[in-house]
């Protein structure tokens, strides 16, 4: 029987089917939703499929795993970090995203991400959204105007917020002028 590190260190193994049988193995342990993840590096996982219903993956740092068609329902993912990693067609159903950081994360095609859930994030900077559009920085979220004030970037100028955000100044301006977009 492997212990809760060795499964841990299973999820790491950079191939997505023992991946997924640790995932199952600590899910039926009861230690996919006790918090026995919290803070865990899991870089480069690739949970592909992987079903995280209900996980305690608080501060969770993901950095450039693929977690395309997982499940993430209900999941508790404050503070985790998504930077560069894949959600392609994701399910966020009810998952609580509070401060996560999606840095330049691919989330083309995910499912029930709401606009509540993207307000409460903390960076989007760089990400993909469902929609596949490049995000305008509608939001204003704090990691993501952090991280302008620290490449020195004047916040309340909108070319350079548009410059910095990638999109056109059009886009910037509109998606400021109309809230949050509506293709989510």
């Known amino acids: 029987m492997q212990t809760k590190l060795e499964l841990i260190n299973k999820i790491l193994s950079l191939e997505n089917k023992p991946s997924l049988e640790a995932v199952e193995e600590l899910r039926i342990r009861g230690w996919l939703a006790d918090g026995s993840l ?62 996560a950081d999606l840095y330049k994360a691919n989330l083309q095609g995910a499912r029930n991400l709401t606009v509540e859930q993207l307000a409460h994030l903390n960076q989007l900077l760089g990400a993909i959204l469902p929609d596949g559009k490049l995000y305008s920085g509608c939001f204003n979220l704090p990691g993501d105007l952090g991280r302008a004030r620290w490449a020195k970037i004047n916040i309340d100028d909108p070319k350079e917020m548009a410059e910095f955000y990638g999109v056109s100044l059009d886009e910037y301006m509109s998606s400021h002028t109309h809230g949050a977009f509506a293709a989510v």
Do not use: P
Not at 62 to 90: C, I, P
């Open 38 to 99: 919290r803070g865990v590096a899991l870089c480069q996982a690739q949970l592909e499929h992987a079903d995280l219903m209900d996980a305690d993956l608080r501060n969770v740092d993901f950095h450039q795993s693929n977690l395309d068609l997982a499940d993430l329902s209900k999941a508790r993912l404050n503070g985790a970090k998504f930077n560069r990693a894949s959600l392609q067609r994701v399910n966020f159903d009810q998952a609580d995203l509070t401060y």
